[in-house]
């Protein structure tokens, strides 16, 4: 098989057993290695690449009714956050986070006639 990013790999698996590991050596330096004394399992998970240099958000008007939000794939797993202010108000730090955000690099968000000041920012959460 093979060791897929963020996808565990089973590597052997046992009816019993007895001991721990005292190391593990990769040739996969970004692997991380999980021993489960419980079900003598050996798993290996590569997580996925996520960028940590900040970027922009590129903003794209679908219809009257959304607009398009996004960011490059290598950020996916960043947090998009909002806030709704008035005009006098400006921003603020009542920042919320879109809720599914962190999952992908897209989100489509309804425009809400009358809203006043809507700020948007990308947060990097590991």
Sequence with gaps: GTVTNGQPFQLFGAASFSGNFASITSNVPEATWIFNPTNGLLTASVAPSISTTPTNITVVRINDVNVELS????????????????????????????????????????????????????????
């Excluded at 006098?88 to 006639?113: D, I």
């Design 71 to 126: 960011w490059p794939a290598s950020h996916a797993g960043w947090e998009l956050q909002t806030q709704t202010n008035s005009l006098a108000a400006g921003l603020g730090t009542n920042w919320v986070t879109v809720a599914g955000s962190a999952t992908t690099n897209r989100v489509l968000v309804p425009l809400a006639p009358g809203t006043q000041a809507v700020f948007f920012r990308l947060r990097f959460a590991p």
